[in-house]
């Protein structure tokens, strides 16, 4: 099956610094890719919509200007979160679809990363 | 807005023991719905998902769910779980049609007992 990477796995960061987090989709193409919150012992929340070539959608109450989205590539999306505080300490991970939309279509399987674990000190 | 709610948090059941985790949505208008499960220090996979015809899906490792539109349901079951089935599952549900937002419930914890 299709596999989604994300690197790195864990951080551990002081507070006021900025993190990025890559999300890649190794063997397929993905012009949308998602990227979740998940909070101890609660679901994943949908942050962003990441898209190749465009802005990333936020969903409601999600600041765009601390989480920072870039689709770089077909391959390729990034998280930054800059200017981190403790509050913003969570496991993130993203998601991308396959199918011959290309993502579009919401009967497309998706694939999702194995997060990343960020704390900020 | 479309939401998701599962019942049931954490579950403790015995090797053989009949699995039912009930998973209900919002949402007026026509959905595809979504099971996965999240094993301990692993990432979220798919287990089923229903977009339309039968009802009653087939997962994989002996899984099914059963679409039941008039109680907005889609409860997952398996009639006799293992050791090895002992995970987090989450029921998610995104809208028909251009949209594969995945919007999720809060999951359940199954631990098996051997």
Redesign the interface.
Known sequence: GAVVSQHPSRVICKSGTSVKIECRSLDFQATTMFWYRQFPKQSLMLMATSNEGSKATYEQGVEKDKFLINHASLTLSTLTVTSAHPEDSSFYICSAPTGTSGGALSTDTQYFGPGTRLTVL | AQSVSQHNHHVILSEAASLELGCNYSYGGTV?LFW?VQYPG?????LL?Y?SGDPLVKGIKGFEAEFIKSKFSFNLRKPSVQWSDTAEY?CAV??????????????TLLAVQP
Do not use: M, P, R
Request: positive net charge; proline residues 0%; aromatic residues 20%.
């Open positions: 595809n996965y692993q990432h979220l996979q798919l998902k977009f989450f995104n809208a028909y049609g251009a949209t594969n937002k995945l919007i999720f419930g809060t999951g």
